[in-house]
């Protein structure tokens, strides 16, 4: 619990892009999403999943040793209430539609403003 009395909840922030990750960190304006760490990669991002148990996760597609969509389909697997935001820069339907059926929740395309961040995380944790 946090001094509003919310429930704080666990973000991991998944992005090749240290920059990309950066940004969310810094963007998102929720005081109840408390960063637990980011990863550059789904074999990182699935070790860091296991230690530090998070609620929400933002998920990048195009990624070295393993992609977005391997990784969602993992997480979800080991916590089935995970929140996973898909933000990628591929705009491509399929891509949303396979990540989405692999069990993430939300679709943010890079690149993107704060607002449409924030949006996107609120319509996640509702």
């Known amino acids: 619990m946090n001094d509003t009395g919310k429930r704080s909840l666990k973000l991991m922030i998944v992005d090749d892009s240290n920059l990309m990750r950066r940004r969310i960190e810094r963007s998102q ?11 550059a990669d789904g074999v990182e991002a699935l070790e860091l999943f296991r230690r530090t148990d998070p609620d ?19 997480l979800v697997a080991m916590k089935p209430a995970i929140r996973i935001l ?4 591929l705009a491509d339907k399929a891509t949303a539609v396979e990540a989405m059926e692999r069990g993430a ?3 943010l395309n890079k690149p993107f403003t704060d607002r449409q961040l924030n949006e996107a995380i609120a319509e996640l944790m509702r």
């Open 29 to 39: 304006q929720f005081e109840e999403l408390r960063l637990v760490g980011t990863a």
């Open 56 to 74: 929400v996760v933002t998920m990048d597609i195009t990624m070295p040793h393993m992609d977005g969509i391997e990784c969602i389909a993992r």
């Open 86 to 89: 898909v933000v990628s820069a």
């Open 105 to 107: 929740n939300g679709f």
